[in-house]
């Protein structure tokens, strides 16, 4: 399973490869949409995932969503780092013997498309979550703003994580029948 090749011993390549396939998606847009640039967030996907490849045997974790929470903490430490340095470091990818990943032209303007129609879609959220009872606000302000897993939203405000889950259910159903969020969507996904 891609979430949970860390959590057998002594991982390969090859599952590491299952891993990045899995998560490397996610981390990329999530940097993107940080860095605001393209460029440097394929370079600390690329890093993040080296770091993380030199440390999985120090992952002491025992199931696939602890696997994902020490990836999305690498993560984030390299966002740190370069939010501090405003340069990506690539001393990982160095010490395993790879060059700098150069995305194509193509991977970048899709990038950057997502980035802008993205804008679209968030001019219309201020409106929509109007719509939603406080608590729904918080828990997808904590999930979708601040990138925080289902267990941090939960530690942070002291419920279970079956209410967290309930919670984003119930507020992405009410923003899913506002029309002006609707037809944003769909403005994303048609282009």
Known sequence: MALGVLVKSRPTPSDFADFYSFHAPNVLRFLARHTRDAQVAFDLTAEAFARAYEARDDFRGTNAEQAGAWLWTIVRRELARYQRSRSVEFSALTRL????????????????????????????????????????????????????????????????????????????????????????VETLVDT
């Not at 997502?114 to 219309?124: D, K, P, S």
């Not at 889950?165 to 992405?172: E, P, T, V």
């Open 97 to 184: 013997g790879h060059e700098r990943p150069m995305p194509t032209d193509n991977d970048l303007r899709e990038v950057e498309r997502l980035l802008a129609l993205e804008g679209i879609v968030r001019e219309h959220i201020p409106d929509a979550m109007d719509s939603l009872s406080a608590d729904h606000r918080e828990v997808l302000r904590l999930r979708y703003f601040e990138d925080l897993s289902n267990e941090e939203i939960a530690l942070r405000l002291a419920i279970s994580n079956d209410v967290v889950r309930a919670r984003i259910s119930r507020a992405l159903r009410i923003l899913g029948r506002n029309e002006r969020l609707q037809s944003a």
